[in-house]
DNA sequence: CGTGCAATG
DNA sequence: CATTGCACG
């Protein structure tokens, strides 16, 4: 989605190579404050969550990402763009200890586009597949565990593609996808992980100025999760650290933008309210663990 | 072309796993013998020719292969599947020491498909591409350069496919390539150098059994060679080595086959018949060279 | 098994 | 600058 030029950061170095990490960041690295062991009103986390976009769930595990998950020990752990059926999930995910109970979902007659899973130490009540809408229902995006106090929701939105091509079914999507968080949120709390593919306000990225045209930067994009937020769900990243600069979650490949930390943040936990005001201890983003062009993030709740 | 199953391979181990390379290897690995300096009428060497395969020129660029190359310092260098059009020839490759005059084909219309160059130390009195037939001279599979006292012609000859999908094609293309060389050898004597794609005899490759109906050991195509020694041009390594077992320049990748030399020879040096009795010193094959399926040989010869 | 493409991000 | 699948070998 950041298909920026390179005039950003094209220094006036005269003849020389730029540096690939100059020495002036233009976003500061972001610093992860201790964990938030507890809630507000004082309660001990006894869920904990990560959600990653792997960018290719097999070349992720060659760069050892299997093994970060296994020392991270969630409980719940929600993968995107797996890019892999089923059937070819590697045996290092596939006997990862402490998760079982696995459920993939991927893009029909799409080999290698897509895809997601969700991982789960004790079973699910219920799994379902998709939103619920024909039009969005057949690309792997969406995974719903029910547990017995919660949903939790795996997601990969669509992206809107180079030139917004795509945006038009990404705004579709959007609408479909409230709706169907909605009927969840009715019947029990919701934990909603995963890619979203926008970055909601100029805070969450690091060049917004440049990217009000871009694909997870537009208007419409930024509405669709306003209107999220609207519907009585928490970002919970931010509710906890408002003001946090440079907290990003997402880094294009292209010209090192990880290294300067130019990057976005289009990874959530997003909560149904009440959940937020009751369970939430703590939303952390795991910048430095390489492995995909996203990085892991781990919500910590207090069931 | 070599598509063989494993069971040639599958020895009888039990339940280990088997070894890569067996002790027992099938055929020998081949013992290269010193450098004939003269031709058997006591005349010393003047131009060194050097034919490769490349398997792709920017894998091979990374590989070393040109580095390889500089130090063989052939006056004349033939490379075959560079899969690589002219303008995204590496610069490695461009600044070759010694190999100033560059010429570069490569497939219309299907970018990283066959090609093929020829390089030389001196610059020839004419360059001509193809072979004359439009059937075949879409794809970048010849280029001929003539020096003063020869033809130098780089040819990578179209493969029959997997099941043979293509050795029509292929047929017609060994006449239409015979009546090329006729041409060309009705003027002046011809060195032809390439990846000819067909093992002549059974010495030529170390399944023979197993082959008769791949592609590159079909009697069509070996007929096809015969007919070329017919017209009057000589098989250089073979006139030398006539016993030679084990010679082979290409081995598939897949299963471990170059370890075990488990090859064929398909890179040949034919030579007009003047040619090879008055000038052939010696015909080298480099097996050991890495940097593509295929090896490297050179060609010696008294001109 | 390995090349270089294409689509995608 | 990466991923995947693909055609080709």
Redesign the pocket.
């Known amino acids: ?1 950041p298909k920026r030029g390179k005039k950003e950061e094209a220094a006036k170095d005269g003849e020389g190579v730029p540096p690939k990490v100059p020495k002036a960041s233009p976003a500061p690295q972001y610093e992860d404050p201790p964990l938030r062991e507890e809630t507000p009103g004082g309660r001990r986390w006894t869920l904990k969550v990560t959600s990653w976009n792997v ?6 595990v060659k ?1 050892g990402g299997a093994q970060w998950v296994q020392e991270e020990a969630p409980d719940v752990l929600c993968l995107q ?1 797996t ?2 059926a089923g059937p ?1 999930v590697p045996p290092e995910v596939r006997g990862l200890p402490g998760l079982p109970h696995q459920f993939w979902a991927s893009a029909e007659g799409k ?4 895809g997601v899973g969700l991982l789960a130490k004790t079973e699910p009540l219920k799994v379902t597949y998709g939103i619920g809408a024909p039009e969005h229902d057949s690309e792997g995006r969406v995974i719903t565990a029910e547990f017995p106090s919660l949903f939790v929701v795996s997601a990969y939105v ?2 809107a ?2 030139g917004l091509v ?1 945006l038009e079914p990404r705004l579709r999507w959007d609408s479909a996808f409230l709706e169907f968080l909605r009927g969840l949120d009715a019947q029990k709390p919701v934990l909603l992980c995963g890619d979203l593919n926008v970055a909601h306000q100029e805070i969450d990225l690091c060049h917004p100025g440049s990217n009000r045209a871009s694909a997870g930067f537009t208007p419409q994009e930024r509405e669709g999760f306003s209107r999220l937020l609207g519907a009585g769900f928490v970002d919970s990243f931010r509710r906890l650290y408002p003001e946090a600069r440079g907290a990003y979650t997402f880094w ?5 933008a990880r290294a300067r930390n130019v990057g976005w943040r289009l990874d959530y936990f997003v909560l149904s309210r009440r959940l937020a005001d009751d369970a939430l201890c703590d939303s952390k983003i795991r910048s430095a663990v390489p492995g995909s ?1 996203h990085c892991p993030i781990t919500a910590y709740l207090a069931m």
Chains 1, 2 share one sequence.
């Open positions: 989605m960018d290719g769930l097999r070349a992720w760069k763009e890019k892999c070819s080999p290698g586009y897509s669509p992206n593609g180079r795509r294009t490949y292209l010209g090192g062009d």
